[in-house]
């Protein structure tokens, strides 16, 4: 699976690099080898891809995507091999946190957007709790990763790779404090992206 990850990642890193080339800084904090979350903001579906290849080969991110497009041939097995699972939307979720939970116990890293769904404006986005309770809950440390909300097509598009840091939540925690702990990241984000100076 990870040679096959490794060979379209480099089949694919030409055209998305044509239509959206990066300018990354801050890969010197990228973790080392073990499992940790990669959090970014989200606001178009080629973000995984983007973010995928501001990392490099060697990180390899399990993203979370629709469980009905598991069940198309072809596309399915792809995204397995990959290193995509699925998430039941109708069910809460409670399939891929299990999911997630069970590649980081496996040392894997694993991919989320904190915001929950594509969001265009900054104004409008709004941290989710999933990724900072797996943090506390799994021990890892959290990767966020800024994404230009603006990209532009056949232009330089500043990546942001900011410090991994470990959320720290007790099993008594609020549910006020897994949200602050929530909008910390956020604003992480958007100070990575000079919006939230």
């Known amino acids: 699976m990870r040679v096959l990850y490794a060979i379209l990642w480099c089949l694919s890193w030409p055209f998305v690099t044509l239509f959206y080339p990066r300018l990354t800084t801050g890969r010197e904090h990228t973790p080392g080898p073990g499992a940790y979350l ?38 399915g097995p792809i995204l397995r091999a990959v290193g995509m699972f699925p998430v039941d939307r109708a069910g809460g979720g409670a399939m891929a946190i299990k999911g997630a939970m069970k590649l980081l116990k496996a040392g894997e890293k694993v991919g989320m957007f904190p915001e929950g769904t594509r969001i265009r404006s900054e104004d409008a986005s709004e ?65 990575l992206g000079g919006v939230d100076q």
């Open 38 to 75: 990669v959090c970014s903001n989200h606001s178009s579906m080629i973000d995984p891809f983007l973010v995928a290849y501001s990392l490099g080969p060697q990180c390899r991110i399990h993203y979370m995507a629709k469980a009905e497009l598991f069940r198309i041939p072809i596309i």
């Open 127 to 191: 941290a989710k709790t999933g990724a900072v309770r797996l943090s506390a809950r799994m021990g890892v440390p959290i990767l966020p990763v800024y994404i230009p909300r603006d990209k532009k097509l056949f232009r330089f598009n500043r990546m942001v790779i900011g410090a991994a840091y470990q959320v720290e939540l007790d099993k008594k925690a609020t549910p006020e404090e897994v949200e602050q702990a929530a909008e910390t990241l956020m604003a992480k984000l958007r100070r």
